[in-house]
């Protein structure tokens, strides 16, 4: 039987991003089903694979998107979501790859069930562009987006903290008044790919915050202190308001986490 982590690195090692999205869910599906065997023989790369397009720019050399009701503004804001989450698919598989062995079974179920929705909401993300005459990797994108998983390789409560409790539980604020913007603009296919996803994503939040209280758990370190500490240390720039209170309490975030590390 298959290992898990050898198929995990396999997916991370896809670059086409369709077959990448196939991979993802295939993994998924073959753990649920019991095909792969909780074995950790392989391990995971420094980086994924990705494609040639779109090209990787650092955030201050990307250009400005335009104003939304254009199609050029349109556009660039859709392929900005779909690159966040074809990052996503990438973010989840290291998880559950580099960190299942130390973390259990059910640790990988969960992160596995994370890629495959990433997978799909990036699958949902590249037809919108399409539909608009337009296809991931037309424009240039943010490349800064695996710093925080290249930061946080070597331990599981830095990750935990970093990537599903700030930059996911980020998307837990943004997403609504994005949401309501485009459907104000009429595009209600869009409103609903967004619902979608905020849903979706407060469960995700939900996985990294359950996990990252088993591990300050296990240390018998207090859960809030604990993570303003790994967030300082490895999370670069400021956690910033306003803050979707509601769907953070959701996902386990009480304002205790996040309130006054806020900048």
Same mark, same amino acid.
Request: glycine share 8%; aromatic share 8%; proline share 5%.
């Given at each position: 039987?298959?290992? =898990?982590?050898?198929?995990?690195?396999?997916?991370?090692?896809?670059?086409?991003?369709?077959?990448?999205?196939?991979?993802?869910?295939? =993994?998924?599906?073959?753990?649920?089903?019991?095909?792969? &065997?909780?074995? /950790?023989?392989?391990?995971?790369?420094?980086?994924?694979?990705?494609?040639?397009?779109?090209? $990787? $720019? &650092?955030?201050?050399?990307?250009?400005? !998107?335009?104003?939304?009701?254009?199609? !050029?503004?349109?556009?660039?804001?859709?392929?900005?979501?779909?690159?966040?989450?074809?990052?996503?698919?990438?973010?989840?598989?290291?998880?559950?790859?580099?960190?299942?062995?130390?973390?259990?079974?059910?640790?990988?179920? #969960?992160?596995?069930?994370?890629? &495959?929705?990433?997978?799909?909401? /990036?699958?949902?993300?590249?037809?919108?562009?399409?539909?608009?005459?337009?296809?991931?990797?037309? $424009?240039?994108?943010?490349?800064?987006?695996?710093? &925080?998983?290249? #930061?946080?390789?070597?331990?599981?409560?830095? !990750?935990?903290?970093?990537?599903?409790?700030?930059?996911?539980?980020?998307?837990?604020?943004?997403?609504?008044?994005?949401?309501?913007?485009?459907?104000?603009?009429?595009?209600?296919?869009?409103?609903?790919?967004?619902?979608?996803?905020?849903?979706?994503?407060? !469960?995700?939040?939900?996985?990294?915050?359950?996990?990252?209280?088993?591990?300050?758990?296990?240390? #018998?370190?207090?859960?809030?202190?604990?993570?303003?500490?790994?967030?300082?240390?490895? /999370?670069?720039?400021? =956690?910033?308001?306003? /803050?979707? #209170?509601?769907?953070?309490?959701?996902?386990?975030?009480?304002?205790?986490?996040?309130?006054?590390?806020?900048?």
């Amino acid at each position: 039987m298959q290992s =898990v982590s050898s198929a995990i690195r396999a997916a991370l090692l896809t670059g086409d991003p369709r077959a990448k999205c196939f991979a993802a869910r295939d =993994v998924a599906r073959r753990w649920r089903k019991g095909e792969l &065997a909780f074995t /950790f023989d392989e391990t995971m790369p420094e980086e994924p694979a990705w494609p040639d397009r779109p090209e $990787l $720019l &650092a955030p201050n050399k990307m250009p400005k !998107r335009g104003k939304f009701g254009s199609e !050029r503004g349109r556009i660039a804001l859709w392929h900005s979501l779909a690159h966040i989450e074809f990052v996503a698919i990438d973010l989840a598989l290291d998880m559950a790859g580099r960190f299942g062995g130390e973390m259990g079974e059910e640790f990988v179920s #969960d992160f596995l069930y994370v890629a &495959a929705d990433e997978a799909m909401h /990036f699958a949902l993300l590249a037809r919108k562009l399409e539909s608009m005459g337009s296809h991931y990797g037309a $424009l240039p994108a943010h490349g800064g987006l695996w710093e &925080a998983a290249h #930061d946080t390789r070597h331990d599981v409560a830095a !990750r935990l903290a970093v990537v599903p409790m700030v930059l996911e539980a980020r998307g837990l604020d943004v997403t609504p008044a994005t949401l309501e913007r485009v459907r104000t603009a009429g595009d209600e296919h869009g409103a609903r790919i967004l619902a979608r996803i905020l849903d979706d994503e407060i !469960r995700h939040v939900g996985f990294g915050t359950k996990h990252f209280l088993k591990v300050v758990a296990d240390c #018998d370190e207090e859960p809030e202190s604990a993570w303003k500490s790994l967030v300082r240390k490895y /999370f670069r720039g400021p =956690v910033k308001p306003p /803050f979707n #209170d509601s769907a953070r309490l959701a996902a386990g975030l009480s304002r205790g986490f996040y309130e006054d590390i806020a900048v």
